[in-house]
């Protein structure tokens, strides 16, 4: 990989916060279903993002990236800063870089912040197709397991959404990488909940869930969790 210009990455960052400041993004529609966001560095940067400090991520991100231009996960994070604020546009910008010039590691988190972004905005075919892109950069890892669960759920493919988390689970003894999630919406995170917890037989728990997220704002998660509380 040839190094990152310094004037090159400026003008991407630049590129990224004008389009973040250009005016209002699309509103999430009705088939809209949001997975995950995932998070490639694992620095103060990303610490806040998950933590729901996303201005405070985003200095320090931007801050990683002055003193290494060529950190691509921090560039994902960043491009993952703006996702979680609903700026897919500045985003895409900056996420698309990270898939042109990353890392196999970074490409597949950057193809799975790309997949969140379309089924964000309603575009569950697209989604699909990222996520399976980064499925086959390295299918050990399980990342892209738990999102393609999620959106299989969402899609009321349930036999596919558990064998996805059961994969998801095998790659990911002790929970580490569903842990290093942030969530651009509540749902999100209660959605994956839910699955977790029913795959565990913690049923107290998965009903909890299920009943928070049939109240959301997104009608293919209501859908999904309203399947499972009659048990499908």
Do not use: K
């Not at 991520?57 to 990236?65: F, I, K, N, S, V």
């Not at 913690?202 to 109240?215: G, H, I, P, V």
């Amino acid at each position: 990989m040839q190094p990152f210009p310094r004037p090159l990455l400026a003008s991407i960052l630049l590129c990224a916060a004008l389009a973040a400041c250009g005016g209002a993004e699309p509103r999430p529609s009705e088939e809209s279903a949001p997975l995950a966001v995932t998070l490639g560095s694992s620095g103060p940067g990303a610490e806040r993002l998950r933590s729901g400090d996303v201005s405070g991520g985003r200095t320090a991100l931007e801050a990683d990236l002055s003193v290494d231009p060529d950190r691509l996960a921090s560039l994902n994070d960043l491009g993952a800063s703006y996702l979680l604020e609903g700026h897919g546009e500045a985003a895409h910008r900056l996420l698309d870089e990270v898939v042109a010039r990353g890392t196999p590691r970074e490409q597949q988190a950057a193809l799975l912040n790309l997949g969140e972004m379309y089924a964000i905005q309603g575009y569950q075919e697209a989604a699909q197709a990222y996520l399976e892109t980064a499925r086959a950069v390295d299918r050990a890892r399980p990342e892209p397991w738990y999102a393609l669960a999620l959106l299989a759920d969402a899609r009321g493919d349930l036999s596919g959404a558990r064998a996805g988390l059961r994969t998801a689970f095998h790659l990911d003894e002790g929970g580490a990488a569903r842990a290093a999630f942030a969530y651009a919406y509540p749902e999100e995170r209660a959605h994956l909940e839910a699955l977790v917890a029913e795959q565990v037989g913690d049923r107290a728990t998965a009903t909890a869930r299920w009943r928070e997220l049939s109240q959301g704002r997104f009608a293919p998660l209501s859908v999904a969790a309203e399947r499972h509380l009659s048990g499908e």
